[in-house]
C-alpha cells in the first residue's frame, strides 16, 4: 500500500496544470516561453492575465493540500513513512514526466503540503522570504535563504509548529516529523532554484570586478 500512495502522489503532483492551461487556451508551450516554468508565476507572464495565474496558483496548491490531508487524517500511516509520499507530490510537480521531467519550482504544491501538516509552516516562510527580499531584492534567491533557513527554525522552534499542526500528527516526537518532511520539501524545491542562485552569485561577482 506505501508504494500505492507513493506512486498515486507524484501522478498527482505531476500533473501540468500550467502547461495545459497555456497550451489549450493560448495555444502556447510555458515550457517554450518566458523562464520556461510550468508555474504561476510563469503563466503571469506568458498570459498577462492575473486570473489564469491565480488558477494555477490555486490548482498547484491544493494538488498538495488534498492527498496530504487525506494521507494524514485518513490513511493510518506512521509519521515517518508519510514523509515521502508528501514529498513526491511536490517531486511530481518539479520533475513531471508528462513534460520530459520538466516542471515548476514547487512553491504552491510545497506550501499546500506544509498547509496540511501545519499551516504555521507557511506562516514563518513567508516571514523568511520577506525578511530576505527586503535586503537582496532577488525573489528566487531570497527564496532559496528561506528555505534553507526554515528547517532550522522548525527545528529550534518546534512546538509552535506542532500547536497549530494537523491533529493526525501531533503528540509524542511529531516535531521530528514536521523537522524532517520541511527538509525534504526544502531540498526538491531548492533544486529548481539552482540555476537563478548560480546566476544571481556570479552577477555578485561581476559587479565588484
Request: net charge positive; glycine share 8%; with cysteine.
Amino acid at each position: 500500500m506505501f508504494l500505492i500512495y507513493c506512486f498515486a502522489f507524484y501522478l498527482i503532483g505531476s500533473f501540468p496544470t500550467a502547461y495545459i492551461l497555456v497550451r489549450y487556451k493560448y495555444k502556447k508551450k510555458i515550457t517554450e516561453e518566458g523562464s520556461g516554468n510550468v508555474g504561476a508565476r510563469n503563466t503571469l507572464d506568458v498570459t498577462k492575465s492575473r486570473t489564469d495565474g491565480i488558477i494555477v496558483l490555486v490548482t498547484d496548491l491544493l494538488k498538495g493540500l488534498l492527498p496530504s490531508l487525506y494521507l494524514i487524517s485518513f490513511s493510518g500511516m506512521e509519521n515517518k513513512l508519510m514523509i515521502i509520499p508528501l514529498t513526491l507530490l511536490v517531486a511530481g510537480h518539479n520533475f513531471s514526466p508528462w513534460l520530459k521531467f520538466k516542471g515548476g519550482r514547487g512553491l504552491a504544491t510545497g506550501a499546500g503540503v506544509f498547509f496540511a501538516v501545519s499551516f504555521f509552516v507557511n506562516v514563518i516562510w513567508l516571514i523568511l522570504y520577506f525578511t530576505f527580499e527586503k535586503f537582496i531584492k532577488n525573489v528566487n534567491v531570497s527564496t532559496v535563504f528561506a528555505l534553507i533557513i526554515l528547517p532550522v527554525i522548525i527545528f529550534l522552534f518546534p512546538d509552535i509548529f506542532l500547536k497549530f499542526a494537523n491533529k493526525g500528527i501531533t503528540g509524542g516526537n511529531n516535531s521530528l516529523f514536521i523537522f524532517y518532511l520541511s527538509i525534504a520539501v526544502c531540498f526538491v524545491i531548492i533544486l529548481k532554484h539552482t540555476e537563478p542562485l548560480r546566476k544571481w552569485w556570479f552577477g555578485l561577482f561581476s559587479k565588484t570586478n
